[in-house]
């Protein structure tokens, strides 16, 4: 049964930098894609980005475009958000989830696309 957990939440200033992982179980990473979500107070969940299983296919959203990048180590069963130039409107809880045949269209993630989801990892951004 397929199974994600994410870590590397936490506190940090405005310009900081954080590393999330998504550490995947119960199934073969490599058939699937992984995308990153996150969730602010009173906000609903939105995609940040995701990552297709050749690797070749990582759109971002807007908002995070250039600070922060993705990627997956399918040996360790692990894919990645590194967050950098943080901001406080970065501050949410981040989730991952995983679906096949996703992430091949160069379209940033959509909820409604993805079933399999970890709890998520709360990131506050402040000074």
């Known amino acids: 049964q397929l199974q994600l957990a994410e870590s590397g939440g936490g506190w940090v200033q405005p310009g900081g930098s954080l590393l999330l992982s998504c550490e995947v179980s119960?199934?073969?990473?490599?058939?699937?894609?992984i995308a990153w979500f996150r969730q602010a107070p009173g906000a609903a969940r939105e995609g940040v980005s995701c990552i297709g299983r050749s690797g070749r296919s990582t759109p971002y959203a807007d908002s995070v475009k250039g600070r922060f990048t993705i990627s997956r180590d399918d040996a360790k069963k692990t894919v990645y958000l590194q967050m950098n130039s943080l901001k406080p409107e970065d501050t949410g809880v981040y989730f991952c989830?995983?679906?096949?045949?996703?992430?091949?269209?160069?379209?940033?993630?959509?909820?409604?696309?993805?079933?399999?989801w970890g709890k998520g990892t709360l990131v506050t951004v402040s000074a």
């Open positions: 989830a995983a679906e096949m045949f996703r992430c091949a269209s160069g379209r940033v993630p959509l909820v409604k696309d993805y079933e399999s």
């Open positions: 119960g199934v073969t990473l490599d058939y699937y894609a």
